[in-house]
């Protein structure tokens, strides 16, 4: 159990770098791993899931060197990965498993995949049908992990994805790479495009995006590269909204990644009349820019639908708890993929949000939320359920209650899994 921090009066204040990107920092290791030649990773993300893929690519045979945040991966390319005898535990990382999966797909071996608990129970046949239909064979237990992986020549597709989800399309797009032809892939509703962007940078012209389709040319000839990790978008966040709703805040965080599939968050606050600017953007492969935000009196409801979800997919229960403070009522649609994280997100932010008296209504997809200046809490367990993102935002909550509530959250470890220096960090915002 961990005592939160309540009543953060004067509000948040500095300039903060945020640490790596998580989902890039597992690309840049797998895409680093199928290459020729040496990838050099600065910034990387030294969380437990981008640990969870270090370790993977080490156990087929990669030769990864970690030095803190620095990284560098020798490249053996696809066809020379080696043969992993024991089960690989893949912990609790919904990304590892499932773009490992595509690359494993290819490969003349089996192997055997596990999670944790949370990870076990989160649907896997949105990879294993497109696998299976390219000719690879994966068995599930009951549509989850435990998987089997008999990796096999594969064939090339042409794939509408059924769900919005860059996880599965970039599943596909690893395994197509070593198909027998080039494949294609419908996305309707498009999602965060690092894996296209880091491919394009390893081997120009791999990926060619179309108007919701994309293009993946087969054997490319992948090279190392040399990547500095953006900010994580996902873990700014935290503090973009903290900043944006404790009164007298000012803050700047550094070298943020702005790729158009991460701002829906941002375009949400400024929508319900926040300060969050966008400063010094620049455009490496991946673009990146500061962000300033300042505290408002005031955000407006908001009404969130279906199209807006997949670029603030992990923000949401941060768009909740906006929504807590807004003046009026908010309405949150088209987010049934949250049942399927870490938790059943839409099932944990409403019953940790009753908890400090919010007033927050469980719907199909979403939630309905009724906005207050107030929340009236005293004593006051919460609980993460094991989820980062979860304990990250009641973390954030707390600070908005008045200082003399006494405040505790259970499974604080679980931030662990994206933000290790999470409490270091608002704590140098709050000292400032
Ligand atoms: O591709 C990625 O790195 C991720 C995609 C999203 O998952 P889905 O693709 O399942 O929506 C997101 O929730 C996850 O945190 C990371
Ligand atoms: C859903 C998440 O990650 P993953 O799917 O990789 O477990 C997340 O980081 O919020």
């Known amino acids: 159990m961990k005592k939160l921090i309540t ?6 204040h500095g300039k903060l770098t945020i640490p790596g990107d998580k989902s890039i920092s597992h690309r840049a290791i797998m895409i680093g791993a199928i290459s020729n030649g040496i990838t050099e990773i600065k910034h990387f993300l030294l969380s437990d899931d981008c640990l969870t893929t270090v370790h993977a690519f080490q156990d087929l045979g990669v030769d990864i060197e970690c030095h803190h945040n620095e990284v560098i991966v020798h490249g053996r390319g696809i066809d020379n990965l080696k043969p992993v005898k024991h089960t690989m535990n893949m912990g609790n990382s919904g990304t590892t498993t499932r773009l490992l999966s595509g690359i494993l797909a290819s490969l003349p071996f089996q192997t055997k995949l596990i999670g944790d608990q949370s990870l076990s129970k989160r649907p896997m046949k949105r990879i294993s049908e497109p696998l299976n239909q390219m000719g690879a064979e994966i068995h599930l237990t009951n549509g989850h992990l435990p998987m089997t992986i008999n990796g096999k ?74 990547l ?5 978008m996902s873990s700014a966040a935290f503090f973009i909204v903290a900043a944006t709703l404790i009164p007298d805040s000012h803050i700047i965080l550094k070298s943020v990644g702005i790729n158009p599939g991460r701002l829906g968050l941002v375009h949400i606050i400024q929508r319900m009349g926040g300060h969050v600017e966008l400063k010094h953007p620049s455009n490496p492969n991946e673009p990146i820019a500061d962000l300033e935000i300042e505290s408002v009196e005031h955000l407006k409801p908001i009404h969130v639908q279906h199209n807006d979800i997949p670029s603030m997919i992990d923000e949401l229960p941060l768009v909740a708890l906006l929504a807590a403070k807004a003046d009026g009522i908010s309405t949150i649609h088209g987010a049934e993929e949250l049942r399927f994280k870490e938790t059943d997100r839409i099932k944990t932010i409403v019953s940790e949000f009753q908890k400090l008296g919010i007033d ?30 979860i304990g990250m935002t009641l973390a954030i909550a707390a600070g908005l209650l008045p200082k003399t509530a006494n405040v505790k959250l259970n499974h604080e470890k679980s931030i662990d899994i994206s933000y290790p220096e999470f409490f270091n960090d608002l704590n140098r915002l709050i000292t400032k």
């Open 7 to 12: 009543g953060i009066k004067n509000g948040l």
């Open 153 to 226: 020549k594969l064939h090339a597709i042409h794939y509408r994805l059924p769900v919005a989800s860059a996880q599965v399309k970039s599943s596909i797009i690893l395994a197509a790479l070593n198909a027998d032809a080039d494949s294609v892939i419908d996305e309707p509703q498009s999602t965060r495009d690092h894996t296209e962007r880091m491919l394009n940078q390893f081997s120009p012209q791999t990926i060619i995006t179309g108007w919701h389709q994309i293009f993946i040319k087969h054997e490319p000839k992948l090279i190392g590269q040399n």
């Open 228 to 232: 500095t990790i953006p900010g994580d």
């Open 360 to 389: 927050i209504e469980e719907l199909k997809d979403g939630f309905k939320i009724d906005g207050k200046k107030l929340w009236h809490v005293k004593n006051l367990n919460l609980d993460s359920h094991q989820d980062h993102r």
